[in-house]
């Protein structure tokens, strides 16, 4: 298992680098108010160091064999695949239709049965991501492409 650590724990590391490489094109803040890049440099500044220090963790851990897949690790892969599939279904069918869609379906697969529960939870969180991204921080959401 070390070795997948170490593996992706450098992996992290240079995804933190890219991360604060091109967080600082980003345009400057003025007034004293802080720009762009000032989170994304922050996070990866912090994925650089919470990877370093699993980095430094691994080296004092003893090699030992497991399964790869396993029966949590197919769950988890199989939900980074329906975040993927969010992702792209945004951009087609924009985030009204797209996020009650991935909230009711990652809710079904991680166990909720009841159906009131996955409806009114699916269309009341999207409402209330859309109206406060519209309305309190005036960012539009994507439309989609078929609509």
């Not at 209330?128 to 539009?140: E, G, Q």
Request: a positive charge; proline letters at 3%; charged letters at 10%.
């Amino acid at each position: 298992m070390t070795t997948i650590s170490r593996i992706f724990s450098s992996a992290m590391i240079a995804l933190g680098l890219y991360v604060i490489l091109t967080a600082r094109t980003f345009p400057e803040g003025t007034g004293g108010v802080l720009g762009p890049g000032f989170f994304p440099i922050l996070l990866g500044i912090l994925l650089i160091g919470l990877s370093a220090l699993q980095l430094f963790n691994t080296r004092k851990e003893k090699a030992v064999a497991t399964a790869f897949l396993t029966e949590s690790t197919k769950r988890v892969l199989f939900a980074c695949l329906i975040i993927i599939g969010y992702m792209a279904g945004i951009a087609i069918l924009g985030f009204l239709i797209s996020t009650p869609l991935f909230l009711f379906g990652i809710m079904w697969f991680f166990s909720v049965r009841k159906w009131s529960t996955l409806l009114i939870s699916s269309i009341a969180t999207t409402a209330v991501l859309y109206f406060v991204f519209l309305k309190f921080l005036s960012v539009s959401l994507p439309a989609g492409i078929l609509f």
